[in-house]
């Protein structure tokens, strides 16, 4: 009897030492969510994260668990919004961390942040077909009748929408050039000749590259990221670098409400941080990305040529001015679909 209550005794302390280890691995790991716009994804899965994981583990001894979501950036930015709990956000442009900060989902000043907030940086860039059989040179040659052009729409991709203010404000420096002054009558009319060779908008700047790839189209226009890639992947991917296009920024932000649920600021945090670090820099850099680190963008100057008519949206009056002058329901764009609609 003694010999079996000896055997109980032992075997409790047992199940409570088993307990108590399993308690401390799970301590041990910790999960971080991140809701993000396609065209980083690899970046970001072979280079990135692998390398947080391992300085974090490093650092505290916990393994970080990553929940990650890509789609295109205003439609990453409304699920966001309509309750799928991201810790961090790291869209195409602010316009979509700004709904998520308009929503109370973010409480702070993301562009306080180290470099204004944002991640990476790139431009748009126009990809032809080998051998340029079109002859395509600059943005002109896009309003021909025999080209035709794939990007996606903007009502969902963020990227759209900096390939229609690249297109936009790059007949606004032309007409500056001739006449010293912005033509708006002229840029909208650019725009329009140029929507009206557009053959398929996709919902995503990933699914127009998709497209584009599957031989559909003349010309594509893309975040210069997204030739670079392919380009990296071994594939024949040439484009041109218009003298005037626009320099795109992407931002980053900690979900304030999201984390403080979850109980993961610091992860998050620091998360944000090392996306900013010169390590993750140079990574972003391989990938095809415009570092925000002007030290680790110097090691790159060959692969990433500076246009002679790079703007950037404060140029075109800044996103509150753009989304209602192009994107709102008086906008540009707008008005150009509806035209075209009716011809």
Same mark, same amino acid.
């Given at each position: 009897?003694?010999?079996?209550?000896?055997?109980?005794?032992?075997?409790?302390?047992?199940? /409570?030492?088993?307990?108590?280890?399993?308690?401390?691995?799970?301590?041990?790991?910790?999960?971080?969510?991140?809701?993000?716009?396609?065209?980083?994804?690899?970046?970001?899965?072979?280079?990135?994260?692998?390398?947080? &994981?391992?300085?974090?583990?490093?650092?505290?001894? /916990?393994?970080?668990?990553?929940?990650?979501?890509?789609?295109?950036?205003?439609? /990453?930015?409304?699920?966001?919004?309509?309750?799928?709990?991201?810790?961090?956000?790291?869209?195409?442009?602010?316009?979509?961390?700004?709904?998520?900060?308009?929503?109370?989902?973010?409480?702070?000043?993301?562009?306080?942040?180290?470099?204004?907030?944002?991640?990476?940086?790139?431009?748009?860039?126009?990809?032809?077909?080998?051998?340029? @059989?079109?002859?395509?040179?600059?943005?002109?040659?896009?309003?021909?009748?025999?080209?035709?052009?794939?990007?996606?729409? @903007?009502?969902?991709?963020?990227? =759209?929408?900096?390939?229609?203010?690249?297109?936009?404000?790059?007949?606004?420096?032309?007409?500056?050039?001739?006449?010293?002054?912005?033509?708006?009558?002229? =840029?909208?009319?650019?725009?329009?000749?140029?929507?009206?060779?557009?053959?398929?908008?996709? &919902?995503?700047?990933?699914?127009?590259?998709?497209?584009?790839?599957?031989?559909?189209?003349?010309?594509?226009?893309?975040? !210069?990221?997204?030739?670079?890639?392919?380009?990296?992947?071994?594939?024949?991917?040439?484009?041109?670098?218009?003298? =005037?296009?626009?320099?795109? !920024?992407?931002?980053?932000?900690?979900?304030?409400?999201?984390?403080?649920?979850?109980?993961?600021?610091?992860?998050?945090?620091?998360?944000?941080?090392?996306?900013?670090?010169?390590?993750?820099?140079?990574?972003?850099?391989?990938?095809?990305?415009?570092?925000?680190?002007?030290?680790?963008? &110097?090691?790159?100057?060959?692969?990433? @040529?500076? @246009?002679?008519?790079?703007?950037?949206?404060?140029?075109?009056?800044?996103? !509150?001015?753009?989304?209602?002058?192009?994107?709102?329901?008086?906008?540009?764009?707008?008005?150009?679909?509806? !035209?075209?609609?009716?011809?």
């Amino acid at each position: 009897m003694k010999k079996y209550v000896l055997f109980l005794i032992v075997l409790v302390f047992v199940f /409570q030492g088993c307990k108590t280890s399993s308690r401390r691995l799970e301590e041990r790991k910790v999960t971080l969510t991140l809701g993000a716009y396609t065209v980083p994804k690899e970046a970001y899965q072979k280079e990135i994260i692998p390398a947080f &994981k391992k300085m974090w583990k490093e650092k505290t001894g /916990q393994e970080v668990k990553f929940e990650e979501s890509y789609m295109a950036s205003g439609a /990453q930015s409304r699920t966001i919004a309509s309750g799928f709990e991201a810790d961090i956000a790291a869209l195409s442009l602010e316009k979509d961390i700004n709904r998520l900060k308009e929503k109370g989902l973010i409480t702070h000043n993301w562009k306080k942040r180290k470099y204004n907030g944002f991640v990476t940086r790139s431009i748009v860039i126009i990809v032809y077909r080998p051998d340029n @059989p079109k002859h395509i040179k600059n943005w002109e040659d896009l309003t021909r009748d025999n080209v035709e052009v794939i990007y996606p729409s @903007p009502k969902t991709s963020g990227g =759209a929408m900096w390939i229609v203010n690249a297109i936009y404000g790059s007949a606004l420096k032309n007409s500056e050039l001739k006449n010293g002054k912005q033509d708006l009558s002229l =840029a909208k009319d650019f725009l329009k000749r140029v929507q009206k060779r557009v053959k398929v908008m996709d &919902k995503s700047g990933r699914a127009s590259v998709t497209t584009y790839e599957n031989g559909i189209g003349d010309v594509l226009l893309t975040y !210069e990221n997204e030739a670079l890639l392919r380009q990296k992947q071994g594939k024949i991917f040439p484009f041109i670098i218009p003298d =005037a296009t626009i320099l795109i !920024e992407n931002p980053i932000a900690v979900i304030d409400k999201n984390v403080d649920k979850h109980g993961n600021r610091e992860l998050a945090e620091a998360f944000v941080d090392f996306v900013q670090s010169k390590e993750a820099q140079r990574s972003f850099a391989k990938y095809g990305f415009r570092p925000v680190d002007n030290e680790i963008l &110097k090691e790159f100057k060959e692969k990433y @040529p500076v @246009p002679t008519q790079l703007f950037n949206i404060e140029y075109l009056g800044g996103w !509150e001015k753009v989304s209602k002058d192009i994107y709102g329901e008086q906008g540009v764009w707008l008005k150009i679909i509806l !035209e075209l609609a009716n011809e």
